[in-house]
């Protein structure tokens, strides 16, 4: 049996952004069946008296309610064609495009580009937050990772945070690794060197 990964992601965030291409890599060399969800900063952060990410005029709402909008549309394969896309876009590319030129790349009709601005998707993208989060503890962030480890029993973990991507049998090991480890019983964190600046090409 295929094990499934679940993945929530808040969409802006480069480091999640590079995990979610190692997540993708590991499934070329493990049989793992990836199921994506949002997640938000802009929830996490709410009721803090300062928002880590800085984001005082709200943007950051806008990419989760268009994936929420999108995958109510289009399902988990439209979601995933949507953050790759938009992903290409923002984080590869340097560009804060437009939605509808997001939508337009990942084939997708340009009108869900409205949400962005509205209030639609909130209480949508507040549950599937809510999901993941709670598997984990609001003390961390985005990604979140969810799977059954070789027992059976579900795993979940934040992170792994990453400035390059993994390769091949590489990025296969980090994954058997990091279940491995958040399977521990009292396993809680485990850090290596500061973070360094988002390498996109791998």
């Not at 480069?14 to 049989?31: F, G, K, L, M």
């Not at 949002?38 to 952060?45: E, T």
């Not at 950051?60 to 949507?82: I, K, M, N, S, T």
């Not at 938009?86 to 009709?109: I, K, Q």
Request: proline residues 5%.
């Amino acid at each position: 049996m295929t094990p499934t990964v679940d993945f929530w992601f808040d969409p802006s965030c480069p480091y999640t952004w590079i995990t979610s291409r190692w997540i993708i890599e590991a499934a070329t060399v493990r049989a793992l069946d990836i199921r994506w969800h949002v997640m938000s900063l802009s929830v996490l952060n709410e009721h803090r008296e300062v928002d880590p990410e800085g984001d005082t005029e709200g943007y950051l709402w806008g990419p989760v309610r268009v994936c929420a909008a999108v995958e109510q549309r289009y399902g988990q394969d439209g979601l995933a064609r949507f953050y790759t896309a938009y992903g290409t876009r923002v984080h590869e590319g340097g560009e804060w495009a437009e939605f509808g030129d997001v939508l337009s790349d990942a084939g997708f009709a340009e009108d869900l580009a409205e949400v962005a601005g509205t209030h639609e998707f909130d209480e949508v993208v507040r549950a599937s937050h809510a999901e993941g989060i709670a598997l984990v503890g609001d003390h961390v962030g985005t990604p979140v990772v969810a799977v059954e480890d070789a027992t059976g029993s579900r795993v979940a973990f934040f992170g792994p945070v990453i400035s390059r991507i993994p390769r091949g049998e590489e990025a296969g090991r980090l994954f058997d690794g990091a279940v491995l480890v958040a399977g521990v019983s009292g396993f809680h964190e485990l850090k290596g060197r500061p973070h360094a600046e988002p390498q996109f090409g791998g």
